[in-house]
């Protein structure tokens, strides 16, 4: 529940003490203000979700605790209460920023449908918030393209278990499209029309995971000058999608155990329970019994996270799928690029169906974009592809281990830029640098 601290602010003795008892029986912490003047003492000193105010009060005015919350916390809700013949200010309160007035007398029932409807405006706020965010860094957006058997089975299964509330697990190679799958269980299931969100387990600090999950208090730690709302609250009712879950510190990990069996954790620096009911779709690349051998990830925490197990074939597996995509990738970036549909010369599809793909799905985008932003033509030619020769006929026999080894090198030959190469290969910079000490690189 997003509004869980209130200060109620009324000069009317009878009026604060309904609203203080009344507000306090459903669950909620309430600090009470005689006056405008002890409203803004408080306000100085602690942090509110909501405030009701009323109007006309000794010292400072119903108008001035509204105007100093909008200047010093814009986030948190006002509701102004005012007398009938006091219409006017109610109007002007609404202007300066007051999510809603109520006229005296009023009811408790209306009341506590103003902090519901504003417990939906902070919940929308705070969801919107996020996905800005998201959109700005996530530039990948592949299509369920499914000529392969392999992904036509996968697709069934979606369509199964989409409908239930089991967790998924995703397993699959760097840029399979794991999290393509996972957008698609989430938008064919009963929780559609609340929230998707992610975490990216692989690019949060160790120090800000705890507050990623879970959120923080005002004041729980340095820098936490307000209140934030956790993945796990952003989500509720809908999916969280924990993206590379084996990058999550094992410290964490037991906390996360008791939210999948509870649905129940405390923000960093809170103590209250917070219930919520999130759907959990976890992604990994590794091999899941060499993480859990090495001690990466949980074995208890694993077994809950993987009641429904997805396995997605890498691209070399699934050839049918190659040119329907690149055809795909082809279409989407001339669009962008404001140029020309080209078109691939049968050398080049066949050079296509022929390479290993190491990087899968991720890196055939990346094969296409480059050919196009070259302009060479009309027609992509296979010497336009820039794969280095590294055909199926050379790459045979090769590890898997050698085969990511050697496109972390190409990529960090193209771009000499950890920043970029990582984007490139679609990981974190962390992760990159995992890589570069695990292949003998760094």
Not at 194 to 223: M, R, Y
Not at 285 to 307: F, G, I, Q
Not at 324 to 332: G, N, Q, S
Not at 418 to 431: F, H, Q
């Amino acid at each position: 529940m997003p509004i869980e601290k209130i200060l109620v602010a009324d000069d009317e003795v009878l009026m604060r003490n309904f609203l203080v008892e009344a507000l306090k029986r459903k669950g909620l912490e309430v600090i009470a203000a005689e006056s405008g003047t002890k409203a803004l003492h408080l306000l100085k000193e602690e942090s509110f979700d909501l405030v009701i105010t009323d109007m006309k009060m000794p010292g400072a005015t119903g108008m001035d605790v509204l105007k100093f919350v909008k200047q010093t916390s814009p986030r948190t809700l006002v509701i102004v209460v005012t007398a009938f013949g006091t219409i006017e200010n109610a109007v002007e309160a609404m202007q300066n920023g007051a999510f809603h007035y109520l006229i005296k007398p009023f009811s408790l029932e209306s009341l506590m449908a103003n902090i519901e409807k504003g417990n939906q405006h902070v919940a929308l706020v705070e969801e919107n918030t996020y996905l800005r965010e998201k959109v700005v860094s996530n530039p990948y957006g592949y299509p369920i393209v499914a000529q392969s058997a392999a992904m036509k089975k996968i697709l069934q299964e979606v369509q199964h278990i989409a409908k239930s509330n089991a967790s998924v697990f995703i397993n699959g190679e760097t840029g399979t499209g794991k999290e393509v799958i996972a957008h698609l269980v989430h938008y064919s299931s009963l929780r559609k029309n609340h929230p998707f969100i992610k975490v990216n387990c692989a690019a949060v600090p160790d120090a800000l995971v705890e507050s990623e999950f879970f959120g923080h208090e005002k004041g729980a730690f340095t820098g936490a000058l307000t209140k934030r709302l956790g993945r796990f609250e952003l989500a509720d009712k809908g999916s969280l999608l924990l993206d590379e879950i084996t990058e999550i510190p094992l410290a964490l990990q037991a906390k996360l155990l008791r939210v999948t069996q509870e649905q129940e954790f405390e923000r960093v620096g809170g103590s209250k329970p917070i219930k919520v009911d999130v759907r959990l779709i976890s992604t990994s690349n590794r091999e899941m019994h060499e993480a859990l051998a090495n001690k990466v990830l949980r074995e208890d925490l694993y077994y809950r996270l993987n009641v429904v197990p997805l396995s997605l074939p890498p691209l070399r597996e699934r050839q049918e799928d190659i040119l329907p995509l690149a055809e795909y990738f082809i279409e989407r970036t001339c669009k962008e690029n404001h140029l020309d549909r080209k078109t691939l010369s049968v050398d080049a599809q066949e050079r296509l169906r022929d390479y290993r793909w190491p990087g899968n799905v991720r890196e055939l985008a990346n094969v296409i974009e480059r050919a196009i932003v070259m302009d060479h033509g009309k027609i992509i030619q296979e010497h336009h592809l820039s794969l280095d020769g590294a055909s199926r006929r050379h790459m045979a026999g090769k590890t898997l281990q050698e085969l990511e080894k050697q496109l972390i090198m190409e990529t960090l030959q193209i771009h000499d830029n950890r920043i970029k190469a990582a984007e490139t290969l679609g990981i974190s910079v962390k992760a990159l640098r995992n890589k570069l000490q695990e292949h003998n690189l760094a």
